[in-house]
C-alpha cells in the first residue's frame, strides 16, 4: 500500500489527479490545504484541512498526517513549504514517510538566485551574469561588459513577483534603493525553456527530461508551450543536476541565446506545467511510485514526441460551502 500526501495542493488538480491515476487502487492519496476554497484537494481521496504553514505547530500537524494516515510519501507544490520538508526529513522518515525532495542546501540554493548563478558560475556551467551590488554592475556597464535593459528581480522571490525589465540607470537605482535583496540580472533576448526533470530517489541519477519552449507566461507559470528535444541540452541538464546532487522532480529555466543554452533557475517541486510532460508520456508520478517502493527506475530522458502543444484554459469546480464531504 502507497499512500501520498500532497501538501498546499491550492489549484494544482492535474497533480492530484495523476497520482490517483498512478496508484490505480493500490493507495490512496491525501490532499490539503489552509483553505477549504482550494480546489484541488477535492480531487484526491481525501481532503484535509490544515492551518497555515507559518501558524505554531504546523509541522507536527502534519507529522500527526503522515502517521495516523500511514503516508508513504509527501510533498509540497509550493515554495516556502519545501524548505520545511528538506529540513525535517528525518522526523518524517521517524514515522515512516519519504520526503520527496532535494537535501536543504540543494534547496536552499535553488531559492537564492544569486549563490545560484555563483554556483553555476564556479561549476562552469553557462549562465545570465548577475550583481547584488549596483555599483559594481554600473561600473561593468561603464566598462561594456553588460548593458541595458537587465532584469531586476529579488534573489530570493518566486512565482516571477517584482520582477522588473529595467532599461536605464534611474529606474534601476530605484528599484534597488526602493526594495531590498534585488539582484540585477542580464537580460536573455533569446528563446526560453523549460524542462521537468527526475532524478531517481535510489540511484541518483536522472532518470527522465522533458524540454519545452515557452510561447506563453502567466505570473511565473507556463500558460502555452511546445515539446522541444535537444540532446546537447539534455546533456547539460544531466551533467548540471547530478553534480549539484538533487533528488526527486525539479523543474529548470534555460535560455537560448546565439546557439548557446544558459540555465536561469531551478525550482526544486513539480513546475505549474508539468501537465504537459505527463501528457507527453513523461510518467514523473509512476517513477515516484516505483521509487516508494524501492524499485529504481530505468534512464529515459528524451523519451517523448516533439512538437506537441499545450494550451492551458479556464475551468471552474462548484461545491457547497463548508462541505468537505467526499460524494
Do not use: W
Amino acid at each position: 500500500m502507497i499512500n501520498i500526501l500532497i501538501l498546499s495542493a491550492g489549484t494544482r488538480n492535474k497533480v492530484v489527479q495523476y497520482f490517483r491515476k498512478e496508484l490505480a487502487g493500490r493507495g490512496k492519496v491525501y490532499a490539503t490545504d489552509c483553505s477549504e476554497l482550494a480546489p484541488a484537494v477535492y480531487e484526491a481521496d481525501e481532503a484535509i484541512l490544515v492551518p497555515r504553514m507559518t501558524d505554531p505547530g504546523y509541522l507536527e500537524t502534519i507529522l500527526d498526517i503522515c502517521r495516523e494516515k500511514k503516508i508513504t510519501g509527501v510533498f509540497s507544490l509550493i515554495d516556502p513549504e519545501l524548505t520545511l520538508l528538506a529540513e525535517h526529513r528525518e522526523e518524517f522518515l521517524a514515522v515512516g514517510t519519504t520526503p520527496i525532495i532535494s537535501s536543504p542546501e540543494a534547496v536552499a540554493l535553488s531559492f537564492d538566485k544569486y549563490q545560484m548563478y555563483l554556483k553555476l558560475t564556479e561549476l562552469g556551467f553557462p549562465a545570465a551574469r548577475c550583481f547584488m551590488d549596483p555599483a559594481a554592475f554600473e561600473k561593468a556597464v561603464e566598462d561594456g561588459e553588460m548593458h541595458y535593459p537587465v532584469f531586476i528581480k529579488p534573489a530570493r522571490g518566486s512565482a516571477s513577483i517584482n520582477i522588473n525589465k529595467v532599461s536605464c540607470r534611474e529606474e534601476a537605482e530605484l528599484l534597488c534603493r526602493l526594495n531590498d535583496d534585488m539582484m540585477i540580472q542580464e537580460f536573455m533576448d533569446g528563446t526560453e525553456y523549460g524542462a521537468d526533470v527526475y532524478i531517481d530517489m535510489i540511484s541518483g541519477k536522472v532518470t527522465s527530461i522533458f524540454v519545452k519552449e515557452k510561447i506563453k507566461m502567466r505570473a511565473g507559470e507556463t500558460d502555452k508551450s511546445v515539446s522541444v528535444k535537444d540532446g546537447q541540452l539534455f546533456g547539460l541538464i544531466k551533467d548540471f543536476v547530478e553534480t549539484i546532487g538533487f533528488c526527486g522532480i525539479i523543474d529548470i529555466d534555460i535560455f537560448k541565446v546565439n546557439g548557446k543554452y544558459y540555465i536561469s533557475e531551478v525550482n526544486p517541486r513539480f513546475g505549474g506545467g508539468y501537465p504537459h510532460a505527463y501528457a507527453c508520456g513523461v510518467n514523473v508520478p509512476a517513477q515516484i511510485i516505483r521509487n516508494l517502493e524501492g524499485k529504481a527506475n530505468e534512464e529515459a530522458i528524451g523519451a517523448y514526441e516533439e512538437n506537441i502543444c499545450m494550451m492551458k484554459y479556464n475551468e471552474i469546480m462548484i461545491r457547497r460551502m463548508n462541505d468537505n464531504s467526499k460524494d
